[in-house]
């Protein structure tokens, strides 16, 4: 794994051209708590958003859509079943789809539901550093439900290493936020504490991830 490099603001700024260019549609199976204001965010960067999360919908849309976010965040055997079909619908029409692991480690029915789907193939895998050491198998890395009991930094080598096994991206959200490839690594200085006092902002940065997937064809950017 190379050491850190910053993040390029030009990089940046190119792809949210992009995204303000082709307003790309991006099928969010998200949260309950945090739809409107994810939808929200997505129309301020230029995007759109749908919630389709029946599961009878979910996979004919998914084919449609520019990219998917899914997100574990408030899970139901319906919901399990819906992403299911979106997950395996977005592989066949090769569209970029995000895995936001919410509460992962701290709960074994979507621990091992979000074990399933990372390995199908996620473009990027986004969540905290407590979500992402308990994906990639880390001993005693169980969270408190969304928030982290670590910090990115602690969790960036299992990143990596789940970056390489799975043949994605990851990015691990913090204080500095870090993606990796599992060679590469960027890191994002651009966070705030008080993030951490409104809900949803890691759920609404899952989807305007998916966003970016649609316009950008590599991931780390």
């Known amino acids: ?11 940046a700024i190119r792809v949210l051209d992009e995204l303000r260019r ?16 994810t939808a929200n965010v997505l129309l301020a960067v230029g995007a759109s958003a749908a919630m389709v999360e029946n599961s009878e919908e979910s996979a004919e849309f998914a084919e449609v859509a520019d990219a ?8 139901s055997p319906d919901r399990v079943v819906a992403m299911r ?19 992962v480690g701290a709960l074994g029915y ?9 390995a ?12 992402i050491l308990s994906l990639a198998g880390a001993a005693g890395s169980a969270g408190r439900g969304v928030d982290s009991s670590a910090t990115s930094a602690e969790a960036l080598e299992h990143a990596s290493e789940l970056a390489l096994r799975m043949r994605t991206t990851v990015a691990v959200s ?4 870090y993606l990796t490839d599992g060679t590469h690594v960027l890191e994002v200085r651009s966070g705030h504490e008080i993030m951490t006092r409104v809900t949803g902002v890691g759920c609404a940065l899952g989807a305007l991830v998916a966003a970016c997937c649609a316009v950008e064809s590599s991931p780390l950017v």
């Open 22 to 37: 082709n307003g790309p549609l991006v099928h969010c199976m998200t949260n309950i708590v945090v739809a409107g204001f």
């Open 68 to 75: 998917v976010l899914v997100n574990l965040g408030t899970l």
């Open 85 to 103: 079909g979106a997950v395996q619908a977005a592989g066949r029409a090769r569209t970029p789809w995000v895995l936001d692991p919410v509460a």
């Open 1 to 11: 794994m190379d050491p850190p490099q910053l993040a390029s603001p030009e990089d």
């Open 120 to 131: 199908c193939g996620p473009a990027v895998v986004r969540g905290n550093a407590s979500e």
């Open 110 to 118: 979507r621990t091992r539901f979000a074990a399933e789907l990372v």
């Open 174 to 177: 913090g204080a500095v936020d």
